[in-house]
Protein backbone atom coordinates (compact mmCIF):
# COMPACT_ATOMS: atom_id res chain seq x y z
CA UNK A 1 0.00 0.00 0.00
CA UNK A 2 1.21 3.85 -0.52
CA UNK A 3 2.77 5.76 2.15
CA UNK A 4 -1.12 7.75 2.99
CA UNK A 5 0.25 9.43 6.11
CA UNK A 6 -2.09 11.73 8.20
CA UNK A 7 -2.34 12.61 11.59
CA UNK A 8 -5.65 14.33 12.64
CA UNK A 9 -4.04 17.73 14.57
CA UNK A 10 -7.26 19.20 16.86
CA UNK A 11 -5.66 22.19 17.36
CA UNK A 12 -5.48 22.80 13.70
CA UNK A 13 -8.54 22.06 13.14
CA UNK A 14 -10.12 23.69 15.75
CA UNK A 15 -8.73 26.99 14.43
CA UNK A 16 -9.61 26.17 10.66
CA UNK A 17 -13.63 25.66 11.91
CA UNK A 18 -13.44 28.89 13.98
CA UNK A 19 -12.18 30.86 11.11
CA UNK A 20 -15.03 29.35 8.71
CA UNK A 21 -17.73 30.33 11.11
CA UNK A 22 -16.31 34.21 11.74
CA UNK A 23 -16.34 34.18 7.71
CA UNK A 24 -19.81 32.81 7.40
CA UNK A 25 -21.31 35.18 9.70
CA UNK A 26 -19.38 38.48 8.47
CA UNK A 27 -21.13 37.58 5.39
CA UNK A 28 -23.40 40.28 3.33
CA UNK A 29 -26.69 39.56 2.18
CA UNK A 30 -25.95 39.62 -1.07
CA UNK A 31 -22.85 37.23 -0.28
CA UNK A 32 -25.40 34.89 1.83
CA UNK A 33 -27.41 34.70 -1.42
CA UNK A 34 -24.51 33.84 -3.43
CA UNK A 35 -23.99 30.79 -1.00
CA UNK A 36 -26.95 29.38 -1.04
CA UNK A 37 -27.62 29.75 -5.28
CA UNK A 38 -24.25 27.73 -5.37
CA UNK A 39 -25.79 25.16 -2.44
CA UNK A 40 -29.12 24.62 -3.94
CA UNK A 41 -27.13 23.39 -7.47
CA UNK A 42 -24.81 21.31 -5.47
CA UNK A 43 -27.63 19.25 -3.77
CA UNK A 44 -28.58 15.95 -4.85
CA UNK A 45 -32.34 15.69 -3.57
CA UNK A 46 -33.15 12.51 -2.14
CA UNK A 47 -35.61 9.70 -1.03
CA UNK A 48 -34.11 6.82 0.13
CA UNK A 49 -37.81 5.95 2.08
CA UNK A 50 -38.70 2.35 3.11
CA UNK A 51 -42.08 2.93 1.79
CA UNK A 52 -40.85 4.78 -1.31
CA UNK A 53 -43.40 4.32 -4.14
CA UNK A 54 -43.81 5.28 -7.88
CA UNK A 55 -46.56 7.65 -6.86
CA UNK A 56 -44.31 9.08 -4.16
CA UNK A 57 -41.21 9.29 -6.09
CA UNK A 58 -43.06 10.81 -9.49
CA UNK A 59 -44.08 13.59 -6.56
CA UNK A 60 -40.79 14.36 -5.09
CA UNK A 61 -39.64 14.77 -8.57
CA UNK A 62 -41.88 17.15 -9.56
CA UNK A 63 -41.36 19.09 -6.11
CA UNK A 64 -37.82 19.46 -7.08
CA UNK A 65 -38.66 20.93 -10.25
CA UNK A 66 -41.03 23.12 -8.42
CA UNK A 67 -37.55 24.20 -6.20
CA UNK A 68 -36.01 26.05 -9.29
CA UNK A 69 -34.39 29.32 -8.61
CA UNK A 70 -33.27 31.66 -11.77
CA UNK A 71 -32.77 28.89 -13.74
CA UNK A 72 -31.28 26.91 -11.06
CA UNK A 73 -31.92 24.03 -10.02
CA UNK A 74 -30.68 20.93 -7.75
CA UNK A 75 -27.69 18.76 -9.39
CA UNK A 76 -29.57 15.57 -8.72
CA UNK A 77 -32.52 13.55 -7.38
CA UNK A 78 -31.21 9.79 -5.59
CA UNK A 79 -33.57 7.12 -4.99
CA UNK A 80 -33.41 3.32 -4.95
CA UNK A 81 -32.59 1.99 -8.26
CA UNK A 82 -36.13 0.38 -8.82
CA UNK A 83 -37.20 4.33 -8.56
CA UNK A 84 -34.72 5.40 -11.67
CA UNK A 85 -37.00 4.86 -14.67
CA UNK A 86 -39.49 7.16 -12.90
CA UNK A 87 -37.44 9.63 -12.06
CA UNK A 88 -35.68 9.94 -15.09
CA UNK A 89 -38.82 10.10 -16.98
CA UNK A 90 -40.39 13.29 -14.62
CA UNK A 91 -36.88 14.82 -14.81
CA UNK A 92 -35.96 14.26 -18.50
CA UNK A 93 -36.55 18.18 -19.90
CA UNK A 94 -34.75 19.60 -16.93
CA UNK A 95 -30.72 18.80 -16.64
CA UNK A 96 -31.40 17.23 -13.16
CA UNK A 97 -29.40 14.30 -13.36
CA UNK A 98 -30.53 10.90 -11.63
CA UNK A 99 -28.60 9.18 -9.30
CA UNK A 100 -28.73 5.73 -7.40
CA UNK A 101 -27.64 3.68 -4.36
CA UNK A 102 -26.85 0.77 -5.13
CA UNK A 103 -24.15 -1.96 -3.70
CA UNK A 104 -26.01 -3.25 -1.34
CA UNK A 105 -27.34 0.35 0.25
CA UNK A 106 -26.95 1.50 3.37
CA UNK A 107 -24.97 -2.14 4.48
CA UNK A 108 -22.82 -2.83 1.86
CA UNK A 109 -23.21 -7.01 2.57
CA UNK A 110 -23.33 -8.79 -0.77
CA UNK A 111 -21.23 -10.63 -2.85
CA UNK A 112 -19.26 -8.21 -5.22
CA UNK A 113 -20.66 -10.11 -8.43
CA UNK A 114 -24.56 -9.29 -6.91
CA UNK A 115 -23.35 -5.72 -5.77
CA UNK A 116 -21.92 -4.88 -9.32
CA UNK A 117 -25.30 -6.46 -10.92
CA UNK A 118 -27.06 -4.23 -8.81
CA UNK A 119 -25.06 -0.93 -10.52
CA UNK A 120 -25.62 -2.42 -14.23
CA UNK A 121 -29.41 -2.35 -13.21
CA UNK A 122 -29.58 1.23 -12.50
CA UNK A 123 -27.80 2.23 -15.51
CA UNK A 124 -29.68 0.29 -17.83
CA UNK A 125 -32.52 2.11 -16.30
CA UNK A 126 -31.10 5.79 -16.85
CA UNK A 127 -28.94 6.78 -14.30
CA UNK A 128 -26.70 9.19 -14.21
CA UNK A 129 -24.60 8.69 -10.84
CA UNK A 130 -23.92 6.02 -8.63
CA UNK A 131 -23.92 6.44 -4.64
CA UNK A 132 -22.19 2.98 -3.99
CA UNK A 133 -21.35 1.69 -0.60
CA UNK A 134 -18.30 -0.07 0.15
CA UNK A 135 -17.94 -3.04 2.74
CA UNK A 136 -16.65 -1.63 5.88
CA UNK A 137 -15.97 -4.84 6.64
CA UNK A 138 -12.67 -4.79 4.69
CA UNK A 139 -11.93 -1.40 6.40
CA UNK A 140 -12.29 -1.98 9.76
CA UNK A 141 -10.47 -5.46 9.66
CA UNK A 142 -7.70 -3.97 7.44
CA UNK A 143 -8.59 -5.50 3.70
CA UNK A 144 -7.17 -2.46 2.03
CA UNK A 145 -6.63 -4.69 -1.00
CA UNK A 146 -10.44 -5.86 -1.47
CA UNK A 147 -11.51 -2.21 -0.95
CA UNK A 148 -9.61 -1.05 -4.15
CA UNK A 149 -10.80 -3.92 -5.95
CA UNK A 150 -14.38 -3.61 -5.30
CA UNK A 151 -14.28 0.31 -6.34
CA UNK A 152 -11.84 -0.80 -9.76
CA UNK A 153 -14.47 -2.79 -10.40
CA UNK A 154 -17.40 -0.77 -9.30
CA UNK A 155 -15.70 2.33 -11.59
CA UNK A 156 -15.01 -0.42 -14.63
CA UNK A 157 -19.25 -1.28 -14.04
CA UNK A 158 -19.90 2.53 -14.78
CA UNK A 159 -17.57 3.66 -17.16
CA UNK A 160 -16.09 7.09 -18.03
CA UNK A 161 -20.09 8.36 -18.60
CA UNK A 162 -21.67 7.32 -15.27
CA UNK A 163 -20.17 9.18 -11.72
CA UNK A 164 -19.38 6.75 -9.15
CA UNK A 165 -19.74 8.13 -5.80
CA UNK A 166 -18.29 5.74 -2.91
CA UNK A 167 -19.83 5.84 0.48
CA UNK A 168 -17.48 5.15 3.17
CA UNK A 169 -19.88 5.47 6.37
CA UNK A 170 -17.35 6.97 8.48
CA UNK A 171 -20.10 6.93 11.53
CA UNK A 172 -18.79 3.09 11.39
CA UNK A 173 -14.53 3.69 11.10
CA UNK A 174 -12.78 3.58 14.01
CA UNK A 175 -10.21 6.71 13.77
CA UNK A 176 -9.83 10.30 11.29
CA UNK A 177 -6.69 8.02 10.01
CA UNK A 178 -8.62 5.06 8.79
CA UNK A 179 -11.29 7.29 6.93
CA UNK A 180 -8.36 9.53 5.15
CA UNK A 181 -6.66 5.74 4.23
CA UNK A 182 -9.85 4.67 2.79
CA UNK A 183 -10.62 7.85 1.28
CA UNK A 184 -7.07 7.46 -0.88
CA UNK A 185 -7.67 4.01 -1.03
CA UNK A 186 -11.25 4.46 -3.37
CA UNK A 187 -9.53 7.44 -5.04
CA UNK A 188 -6.72 5.97 -6.47
CA UNK A 189 -9.28 2.81 -7.30
CA UNK A 190 -11.10 5.62 -9.69
CA UNK A 191 -14.23 7.04 -7.34
CA UNK A 192 -15.53 10.13 -8.90
CA UNK A 193 -16.80 11.15 -6.10
CA UNK A 194 -16.18 10.26 -1.91
CA UNK A 195 -19.05 10.67 0.14
CA UNK A 196 -19.72 10.86 3.83
CA UNK A 197 -22.44 8.63 4.54
CA UNK A 198 -25.60 6.58 4.16
CA UNK A 199 -27.75 8.76 5.96
CA UNK A 200 -29.22 5.13 7.40
CA UNK A 201 -27.35 5.21 11.09
CA UNK A 202 -26.94 7.69 13.89
CA UNK A 203 -23.82 9.52 13.04
CA UNK A 204 -23.62 11.24 9.23
CA UNK A 205 -21.18 13.57 8.48
CA UNK A 206 -19.72 15.35 10.99
CA UNK A 207 -16.78 18.55 10.77
CA UNK A 208 -13.85 16.02 11.58
CA UNK A 209 -14.88 13.47 8.76
CA UNK A 210 -15.72 16.08 6.59
CA UNK A 211 -12.15 17.82 6.98
CA UNK A 212 -10.23 14.42 6.92
CA UNK A 213 -12.03 13.47 3.44
CA UNK A 214 -11.46 16.82 2.36
CA UNK A 215 -7.61 16.79 3.15
CA UNK A 216 -7.63 13.13 1.76
CA UNK A 217 -9.14 14.23 -1.71
CA UNK A 218 -7.03 17.29 -1.70
CA UNK A 219 -3.83 15.54 -1.24
CA UNK A 220 -5.10 13.28 -4.07
CA UNK A 221 -5.56 15.58 -6.75
CA UNK A 222 -2.31 17.34 -5.65
CA UNK A 223 -0.28 13.97 -6.50
CA UNK A 224 -2.51 12.73 -9.07
CA UNK A 225 -3.61 15.44 -11.06
CA UNK A 226 -7.00 13.98 -11.53
CA UNK A 227 -10.02 16.51 -10.49
CA UNK A 228 -12.17 14.65 -7.83
CA UNK A 229 -15.14 15.41 -5.68
CA UNK A 230 -16.67 14.99 -2.17
CA UNK A 231 -20.38 15.05 -0.95
CA UNK A 232 -20.91 15.47 2.31
CA UNK A 233 -24.43 13.47 3.39
CA UNK A 234 -26.18 12.12 6.75
CA UNK A 235 -28.06 13.92 8.74
CA UNK A 236 -27.64 17.55 6.96
CA UNK A 237 -30.73 19.52 7.99
CA UNK A 238 -29.50 23.34 9.06
CA UNK A 239 -28.57 25.91 6.19
CA UNK A 240 -25.82 26.47 9.27
CA UNK A 241 -24.45 22.99 8.60
CA UNK A 242 -24.81 23.72 4.74
CA UNK A 243 -23.09 27.03 4.85
CA UNK A 244 -20.19 24.93 7.37
CA UNK A 245 -19.48 22.32 4.74
CA UNK A 246 -19.27 24.65 2.08
CA UNK A 247 -17.13 26.80 2.94
CA UNK A 248 -14.99 24.14 4.46
CA UNK A 249 -14.83 22.63 0.68
CA UNK A 250 -13.97 25.77 -1.07
CA UNK A 251 -10.97 26.54 1.99
CA UNK A 252 -9.39 22.84 2.03
CA UNK A 253 -9.61 22.47 -2.01
CA UNK A 254 -8.71 25.92 -2.82
CA UNK A 255 -12.06 26.84 -4.98
CA UNK A 256 -12.90 29.98 -5.41
CA UNK A 257 -16.22 28.74 -6.94
CA UNK A 258 -17.57 25.00 -5.98
CA UNK A 259 -19.93 23.77 -8.61
CA UNK A 260 -22.09 20.62 -8.99
CA UNK A 261 -18.83 18.67 -10.39
CA UNK A 262 -17.04 18.80 -7.31
CA UNK A 263 -19.13 19.36 -4.28
CA UNK A 264 -22.54 17.82 -3.34
CA UNK A 265 -24.72 17.81 -0.01
CA UNK A 266 -27.11 14.70 -0.11
CA UNK A 267 -30.22 15.70 1.71
CA UNK A 268 -33.93 14.91 2.21
CA UNK A 269 -35.09 17.98 4.24
CA UNK A 270 -33.06 20.64 3.07
CA UNK A 271 -33.66 21.63 -0.14
CA UNK A 272 -37.06 23.60 0.86
CA UNK A 273 -34.83 25.29 3.25
CA UNK A 274 -32.63 26.75 0.46
CA UNK A 275 -35.73 27.66 -1.71
CA UNK A 276 -37.62 29.42 0.90
CA UNK A 277 -34.68 31.72 1.90
CA UNK A 278 -33.95 32.49 -1.48
CA UNK A 279 -37.31 33.47 -3.09
CA UNK A 280 -38.48 35.32 0.25
Sequence with gaps: MNDYSFQFNTEFFSSLISG?????????EVQQQSALTDILCCIDNTSLGNTDTEESIANFCENTLFMTHRDSHVASVCVYPGFVS??????????????????????????IELKLREIEYAISHGADEIDYVVNRGNIVSGKYDLLYNEIARAKAVCGQ?????????????????????????????????????????SVGATPESVYTMLSALKDFM????RTVGFKAAGGISSISDAMLYYFMAKKIME????????????TSRLTVQVHKLLTK
Design 255 to 266: KENLNYQIFRIG
Design 86 to 111: VAKERLRPSGIRVASVAGAFPSGQLP
Design 161 to 201: QVLLKVILETGELPTPETVYVSSRIVLDAGADFIKTSTGKI
Design 20 to 28: INNQIASLS
Design 222 to 225: SKSQ
